[in-house]
């Protein structure tokens, strides 16, 4: 891990220590709120957001980290919701919104945070509650935004598809235009001609229908 993109010199210098305090944090952004937490106690404050301990309530499933590019999902689930959360799930349009898995390192002994590297970066796609006596338990799957590359575009290089992209866009306004225009290059002359330099009496015209 330590090859990753990403990784400042901080986590370098972490990972070759003998003893490590890892932490795992989320990151889920819901349309009217975005929620924090991480697996500790009381609060840890990175990148400008602080993080709500969750301790062992917060359960992520295995992500895989290989050298190909390929799409895996995740699994995340939060037990003993306090009421802020649950209402967002049960109130929020959470599909498709974005979610953040990170990896960081605390200083020895303290909760300031060493360094952090983003583990998993998607979208929320499924989302379970389960009650039971100890309270509700919210199951939430994920996938990685690497799922666009599996997905066709359904795009093509028309003035139609560009002003989806960009209304102002006037790029492929003369596309249609262009495929029916003939583009005459180093096509040789019908009628002879001289040559001043002495060579060959079927001189070359060369030229360009422009539009």
Do not use: C
């Amino acid at each position: 891990m330590s090859n990753r993109g990403g990784i400042d010199s901080a986590i370098t210098d972490a990972l070759e220590q003998d003893n490590q305090q890892i932490f795992v944090a989320i990151k889920a952004e819901f349309d009217t709120e975005t929620i924090h937490f991480w697996t500790g106690e009381d609060t840890i404050t990175f990148g400008g957001s602080t993080y709500e301990g969750a301790g062992s309530l917060l359960n992520i499933s295995n992500i895989d980290d290989t050298m190909e590019l390929k799409s895996t999902n995740i699994t995340i689930s939060l037990a003993g919701m306090n009421e802020t959360v649950l209402n967002l799930a049960l109130s929020e349009s959470y599909q498709n919104r974005n979610i953040t898995v990170f990896m960081g390192y605390l200083m020895g002994g303290t909760r300031e945070v060493m360094g952090t590297l983003v583990l998993f970066k998607g979208r929320m796609q499924k989302m379970s509650i389960f009650d039971n006596p100890q309270g509700s338990t919210i199951q939430l799957e994920a996938e990685n935004r690497l799922i666009d590359l599996e997905r066709p575009s359904n795009l093509r290089f028309t003035k139609e598809s560009q002003k989806y992209i960009d209304s102002t866009d006037t790029s492929f306004n003369l596309v249609a235009s262009l495929q029916d225009k003939e583009i005459v290059w180093g096509k040789a002359s019908s009628t002879g001609g001289g040559s001043t330099g002495g060579g060959s009496s079927g001189g070359m015209n060369r030229h360009m229908v422009r539009r």
